[in-house]
């Protein structure tokens, strides 16, 4: 289970104009647009609960609704509740500037070892089918 952290994630552009924030799970890589990036949406603005590790997309405009000023930003959620930027993009080819940074941040995330899993000696001395029975046991 990845554990989870309170981050502040912020509001990128005017509050007055279109705005999210999201949880990047997956990058369509045949899509140019907005639409090639999923996720779950979350508040931008604010102190939000995400997993460790997690690639958080923030969208915003300023600027009138004739002639909007559009800005992306990529981060990351560190453990300790801090969000590293790693690239930020404007206009209306936000959505290309950005997906192939994310693609490589979600390979990144799924080629990491699983932090947190600190094997005992002891336990190399059980053999697979018992540590599989105990598993059954407890229901995990």
Known sequence: MI??????????????????????????ETKSSGWAFDGEFIAAGGI??????????????????????????IFVANGDGTLTPEQTASGRAWARTLRDRVSELLQEIADAPAQGVDWEPAIMSYSDAAIIEEMRRRKL
């Open 48 to 73: 939000q609960d995400v997993p460790v590790g997690s690639v958080i997309m923030v969208y915003g405009e300023k600027g009138s609704r004739a002639n909007p000023q559009i800005e992306a930003r």
């Open 3 to 28: 554990p989870m952290i309170a981050v502040e994630v912020p509001l990128v552009g005017d509050a007055r104009r279109k705005n999210w924030a999201k949880i990047i799970e997956n990058v369509d």
